[in-house]
């Protein structure tokens, strides 16, 4: 078997526990078409790499850190892509956006390229690349260390950058949501990233795919309802709801 071969089937194991909490190598092996011995030397050495744990016959994704940047934008493509045109009917021509970082928020880019004039202000070099056949756009990029893997700028130099601007929508996800509403992410730079996104725009436009809910992380800052408008397939809990009526928070279901 060629090597992309190989690499291409790990990453589909890491998109297909990015949707599904735990599966075990027999239902990996019917997935994909592959033996269960095959699979099991897949999750041998994804385990090594500290990608994922197996316990008790079954895998998860290890929550220390975010995948890499390929699975992710393939795990609940076709749901971030119905996300994305929900955005897009929301922003219209001559807009002016802050774009956060994530394969979410860069679906949502690739819709709101067909718009005209749009200034955008982002971090996320994945928005910039898909925005740059868009009629008219002008685009302003954070500066500072770059994160290779995920090709987007978090740090203070990033959170300085959005002070400098007054948008009509910031759009930016996160790296989970818990059930009692928290907007959850693995590492406090991405935290204040997001803060300083959603600071900088009149209205503030949450983007999240289902697989993101009942995901607990270890940083937090705001909750579901401290936002504008929520765009989401998540089958978010009724005490959650009644919050987000109360705040008047718009929850858009694709």
Same mark, same amino acid.
């Given at each position: ?66 995948? *890499? ?6 795990? =609940? ?19 002016? +956006? ?52 995920? +090709? ?5 130099? =990033? ?24 907007? +959850? ?7 204040? *990233? ?16 289902? *697989? ?21 397939? *998540? ?20």
């Amino acid at each position: 078997m060629s090597r992309d071969a190989l690499s291409q089937r790990r990453d589909k194991i890491i998109a297909l526990l990015s949707e599904v909490e735990e599966l075990s190598a027999q239902d990996l092996s019917q997935e994909l078409g592959v033996s269960v011995q095959t699979i099991r030397t897949d999750l041998r050495d994804l385990d090594e790499a500290a990608l994922v744990q197996r316990k008790n016959g079954a895998v998860r994704l290890r929550q220390m850190e975010n995948i *890499a940047y390929a699975p992710r934008l393939d795990a =609940s493509s076709i749901e971030k892509q119905r996300i994305a045109r929900v955005v897009k009917t929301l922003v219209g021509h001559n807009a002016r +956006l802050a774009l956060g970082t994530g394969t979410t928020v860069e679906h949502c880019a690739r819709e709101l390229s067909a718009l005209q004039n749009l200034f955008v202000a982002t971090n996320n070099i994945h928005a910039v690349l898909a925005l740059q056949h868009a009629p008219g756009v002008v685009v302003e990029m954070a500066g500072g260390t770059v994160r290779l893997r995920d +090709l987007d700028v978090v740090g203070p130099l =990033s959170r300085n950058f959005f002070t400098r601007f007054r948008m009509d929508y910031a759009i930016f996800s996160c790296g989970g949501l818990s059930e009692s509403g928290a907007v +959850l992410d693995y590492n406090s730079d991405e935290v204040a *990233a997001r803060s300083a996104i959603a600071a900088c725009a009149k209205k503030k436009v949450l983007v999240v795919d289902s *697989a993101k809910f009942g995901r607990e992380l270890p940083c937090v800052m705001h909750r579901i309802w401290d936002y504008d408008i929520v765009v989401t397939e *998540a089958e978010l809990g009724a005490a959650i709801k009644s919050e987000c009526a109360r705040s008047g928070c718009q929850i858009m279901c694709p």
